[in-house]
């Protein structure tokens, strides 16, 4: 796409015989391109944070029988997906009393559990 974009910018500049029309419009259809393709990674990626949540307030659920606090940002609880059953109570507890950024709740998981059908 980014080719495409150069390109069509390169035919619009070289373009001999002055009319604008047909590059511009080009440009403008290369430009939605790029948008629309965004927009679709974008929302496919909110959907699937959803679903994380989803599962991992389950999950929370079934080992303390307990909702999983709404304190806790997407990106948290993204990052705790991939602990294991034993270390993901308190790892959430923890997370949410000293507000731990992803990364430092990444880097307190022992055991890893692999996620090989994130998008």
Known sequence: M??????????????????????????????????VSFHCRSFALKAQDRAIRAEENFRYFVLTGKRLNQDL??????????SSDEEFVDLTERAIKENLKPDQIKRLIKNWRPDYHRA
């Open 73 to 82: 940002s997407v990106y948290q609880i993204i990052a705790l997906r991939f």
């Open 2 to 35: 980014g080719a495409l974009l150069i390109g069509s910018i390169f035919y619009l500049l070289m373009n001999k015989d002055r009319s604008y029309l047909l590059p511009s419009m080009f440009i403008l259809m290369v430009l939605t391109l790029i948008s």
